[in-house]
T-cell receptor, first 112, second 117 residues
Framework: AQSVTQPDIHITVSEGASLELRCNYSYGATPYLFWYVQSPGQGLQLLLKYFSGDTLVQGIKGFEAEFKRSQSSFNLRKPSVHWSDAAEYFCAVGAGYSTLTFGKGTMLLVSP | GAVVSQHPSWVICKSGTSVKIECRSLDFQATTMFWYRQFPKQSLMLMATSNEGSKATYEQGVEKDKFLINHASLTLSTLTVTSAHPEDSSFYIC?????????????FGEGSRLTVL
């Protein structure tokens, strides 16, 4: 069975500092991997996705993620965090949209 | 702008009543839509896959008679929580996939917060 682990429930980062959100997955084949962001009371917005090819994926809002098969990881990074990045971030894995499994999310807090 | 819209964004109802939540794809046709439930501090759990013109496919453990799904058109799916009870209080989110130039993306609605008193 596929699963996603986001080991950090909360992360606090100073504005302007770099960010890395961790995601580890368990999947039987080459996965499709996604990062979504959810603002309070809102739906989810896709930040980036990995299907194949270059393992370093660029997304919206300055985010990037790197697929590391050997570590079963797909960590999300941003070099300089803005206060507007405060939100909850979900990593997801699946073979397609109907089979997506989401992690429990990481809440990002940005301090001034 | 939003490409998938849900209505209402929040609803409060009495125990025993039924509540309908709508999910619309705004500028594309969606033969499939997905319904999720999200508890506080938890992830999204897929409840069912809504199929236009046919019966919905429910995930294991989801009561199909409790959560009625209708996908009557290519732009609208509805979720009706029947005889709602306080334990049905949750954040319900829908999504729809849209094909874009040989790739695809899953678009999510804004979510609907249900509170059952």
């Amino acid at each position: 069975a596929q699963s996603v682990t986001q080991p950090d429930i909360h992360i606090t980062v100073s504005e302007g500092a770099s960010l890395e959100l961790r995601c580890n997955y368990s999947y039987g084949a080459t996965p499709y991997l996604f990062w979504y962001v959810q603002s309070p009371g809102q739906g989810l917005q896709l930040l980036l996705k990995y299907f194949s090819g270059d393992t370093l994926v660029q997304g919206i809002k300055g985010f990037e993620a790197e697929f590391k098969r050997s570590q079963s990881s797909f960590n999300l990074r941003k070099p300089s965090v803005h206060w507007s990045d405060a939100a909850e971030y979900f990593c997801a894995v699946g073979a397609g949209y109907s089979t997506l499994t989401f992690g429990k999310g990481t809440m990002l807090l940005v301090s001034p | 702008g939003a490409v998938v819209s849900q209505h209402p964004s929040w609803v409060i109802c009495k125990s025993g009543t039924s509540v309908k939540i709508e999910c619309r794809s705004l500028d594309f046709q969606a033969t499939t839509m997905f319904w999720y439930r999200q508890f506080p501090k938890q992830s999204l759990m897929l409840m069912a896959t809504s199929n236009e013109g046919s019966k919905a496919t429910y995930e294991q453990g989801v009561e199909k008679d409790k959560f009625l799904i209708n996908h009557a058109s290519l732009t609208l799916s509805t979720l009706t929580v029947t005889s709602a009870h306080p334990e049905d209080s949750s954040f319900y989110i829908c999504s729809a996939p849209r094909a874009l130039e040989n790739t695809g993306e899953l678009f999510f609605g804004e979510g609907s917060r249900l509170t059952v008193l």
